[in-house]
């Protein structure tokens, strides 16, 4: 059975950081794929970053671009997400999901781990 356990959020004020965590078991990140999306209230889930494990290659949204990072433990088999210089307009609901075989379908999900960014 996959679960991934996110873990990391808070709350933090404007400019400051915070690192997700997300635990997989039962699915080996390192030869998959792996996504961050958040969700605000009232707003469309959005990909933020994303990771194809077997070569490395990260992508970010364009609107946190320069201030989020993705990278991945294989041993620890857990991606992370550092956010750095964090603005309200980040506040949301972030959740990490796995995508067996890299096809852009995210069968597994964590439930989720609340940033909120005072200004």
């Known amino acids: 059975q996959v679960q991934l356990v996110e873990s990391g959020g808070g709350t933090v004020q404007a400019g400051g950081s915070l690192r997700l965590s997300c635990a997989a078991s039962?699915?080996?990140?390192?030869?998959?794929?792996m996504r961050w999306f958040r969700q605000a209230p009232g707003k469309v889930r959005e990909g933020v970053a994303g990771i194809t494990s077997y070569s490395g290659t990260t992508y970010y949204a364009d609107s946190v671009k320069g201030r989020f990072t993705m990278s991945e433990d294989s041993a620890k088999n857990t991606v992370f997400l550092q956010m750095n210089n964090l603005q309200p307009e980040d506040t949301a609901m972030y959740y990490c999901a796995a995508d067996p075989g890299c096809t852009s379908h995210y069968e597994y999900w964590g439930q989720g781990t609340q940033v909120t960014v005072s200004s």
């Open positions: 039962g699915y080996t990140i390192s030869k998959n794929c």
